[in-house]
């Protein structure tokens, strides 16, 4: 008998207020699957497919907007049928969440022992005297050093790594039965990716836990399921074991997926350098750049970026890579003018960037401002909440003092060059899907005709078919528009198909540096090695 078995689940939410008018919305039309003790179930499919909703539903933790019916049976208990009280004994106890970004789902005012405490004060699985030896024994065993240190910490003193193992010691504090596991590992890079999954695995081997892995990025799923349901419009469209899903699959929708994925694999071939641009002045200019950060009240700094140099080309792209922490985003931030640097020569278009060791914006001509932009990694956290995607695009020419009788306009081009529907000009974000929210980040970035745009992460959290297009509409505007890209990512596969020339950051500085063909196929540091190692691929193994 399965552990956990849902049968022909089905999830309608209302959705809106009473003031714009309530919408009946078929989040999950027909959702079955199971999972025995033991083994790794993945759920798989692109965003707003039902992935998440069927098993938040599943667990009742949807909320009471929320119509569900169909069958959730968990160790002989239905779970759609159990009173509130009956329910919350399971839930935590015997069956454990791991959720895709811990930095909301930890409270930022708790230390990560109290957190972690909750979970047996809850349950009343431990006496006060038990509760720090208990807590430290699970910052040990997921992997986290000096547990005594990591107990008095908050969580906006751990990488996001490090939170996200203390999400997985949250969940299996107890030793529970089913862990349900919903992208894990988005936004992680790939070395802290890697950890994860041989951290859920050697969990699983030793306590015998079920885990249901929810997840966009299926070389993740080749390496840790046993089992995979694809999922399309809140239907499984199909079901089998890992290798006649990835070796055979009989629906369409399946090969797209599996297609999606290889197109940006670490073996994927990337454009070859725009000829044009390589004999010509670079666009962008960055010679000996330097940042670092004050650390205490006594003026004791931490070094972000030292000595770093390089250049981008008109209408080239150039990636900029490494783990959590190197300083990719700091980087991006500086050539953006969002910061100063504290030394170096940065010229964009010939215009020099001041550079002090101070805080602030730097001040820059108007043109130069409407010569960079930027994509941030989260676009639901950089668009106004409380804006219209029309009113989004039109602010950066409100600002600029664009005439208003052009703001239409160019609003309506930026939109479609970023592929954005007519439809959704009128929407909130909270509306849009986050291909959908991506799409509109772009168009605002391009709406000011920018010559260089610096992304950073604008990848991280999409399914693989949305990057594709998110990556061909990059390759589109960089024909069309000669628009130059700073591309800042931890994920190497999408380097290898969109940047021409890659720049590899680790903890020491500059490792690497080169055409992304060189890098990729002759990597001459170490590190730039391990990084390539601790790619997923499609064969469930990583590359060598």
Known sequence: MALFEVTDLAVTLHTGSRARGRQVVSAVRSFSFSVDRGQTLAIVGESGSGKSASLLAATRLLGVDAEVTGSVRFDDHDLLALSPKALRRILGKDIGFVFQDPQSNLHPFKTVGKQIEEVFRVHRAATRRELRARVEGLLDEVGIADPSHAYRAYPAQFSGGMRQRVMIAIAVALNPALIIADEPTTALDVSVQAGIIALLRRLQRDHGTAIVFVSHDLGVVAEIADDVVVVKDGLVVESGSREAIFAAPREEYTRELLAASRLHGVDAVAPAPPTATQAAAPLLSVRGLAKSYRTSIRGARRTAIEGLDFTIGTGEIVALVGESGSGKSTVGRIVAGLQYADSGDI????????????????????????????????????????????????????????????????????????????????????????????????????????????????????????????????????????????????????????????????????????????????????YTRRLLDAVPRLDGARAS
Do not use: W
């Open 347 to 526: 010229s964009l278009d010939g215009v020099t960037f001041p550079t002090a060791l101070a805080d602030g914006v730097p001040r820059l001509p108007a043109q130069t401002r409407r010569s960079v932009q930027m994509i941030f990694q989260d676009p639901y956290s950089s668009l106004h909440p409380r804006r219209t995607v029309r009113a989004s695009l039109a602010a950066p020419l409100i600002a600029q003092r664009v005439a208003r009788s052009d703001i239409p306009g160019r609003v309506d081009r930026a939109a479609a060059d970023a592929r954005v529907d007519p439809g959704l000009l009128d929407r909130y974000p909270a509306e849009l899907s986050g291909g959908q929210r991506q799409r509109v980040a772009i168009a605002r970035a391009l709406v000011l005709s920018p010559a260089l745009i610096v992304a950073d992460e604008p990848l991280s959290s999409l399914d693989v078919t949305t990057q594709a297009e998110i990556l061909a509409l990059v390759a589109d505007l960089t024909r069309r528009r000669s628009t130059a890209f700073l591309f800042i990512t931890h994920d190497l596969g999408v380097v290898s198909s969109i940047a021409q020339r890659v720049i590899v950051l680790g903890p020491d500085g500059v490792e690497e540096t080169g055409t992304t063909a060189d890098v990729f196929g002759h990597p001459q540091s170490a």
